[in-house]
């Protein structure tokens, strides 16, 4: 398999996990490579500048190339979330923020809003992260006189966002 270099930086081993990741996931690889790259979308002149852009061609060269340099990607993620003062160059972040934020782009490349926002807006056609990845997350509280409360949680969430060991103590305490 390939091996991702970046002779402008270091500490880019959670870019590494989850680029090789989205290589394995053939429907999500299938979709950035074939259906993300849409001239017709108003938004591609900057998608064209971008992180995703980038990721794409990334994709492409995995395992056609034995090195393949992801410089420009990274860079681009550092520019795109400096003000976030996440992704900076030279400094280790985690590797599920940048499945969150790539799995977040690709929502706001389809509903034309910048690729570093997050928005409630839905998909007036579901994007390919609600098709396939969203969570439609509630929560239930129900009191001693038996009321019951149910509130749903924002549109972003995706499967990267369940707390597994916090319901793994919760279930361990009520046990």
């Not at 053939?26 to 938004?43: G, M, Q, S």
Request: with cysteine.
């Amino acid at each position: 398999i390939s091996t991702f270099i970046n002779n402008g930086g270091i500490n880019d081993s959670y870019i590494s996990v989850i680029l090789y990741s989205i290589h394995h996931m053939k429907l999500f690889r299938k979709y950035i490579v074939n259906d993300l790259n849409n001239p017709e979308n108003k938004n591609y002149s900057k998608y064209q500048n971008s992180f995703l852009y980038h990721l794409r061609e990334i994709l492409i060269q995995i395992g056609k190339n034995k090195y393949i340099d992801i410089h420009n990607f990274r860079e681009n993620l550092s520019k795109q979330f400096q003000n976030c003062r996440k992704f900076l160059a030279d400094q280790p972040d985690d590797p599920s923020d940048l499945l969150f934020v790539i799995i977040n782009a690709i929502h706001s490349y389809s509903i034309q809003f910048s690729l570093n926002e997050i928005s409630d807006e839905t998909c007036t056609e579901k994007c390919f992260s609600h098709k396939f990845i969203w969570l439609d997350l509630a929560r239930i509280d129900e009191c001693k006189c038996k009321g019951i409360t149910k509130r749903l949680f924002s549109s972003h969430n995706y499967i990267t966002d369940i707390p597994l060991k916090k319901i793994f103590n919760l279930m361990d305490n009520k046990n």
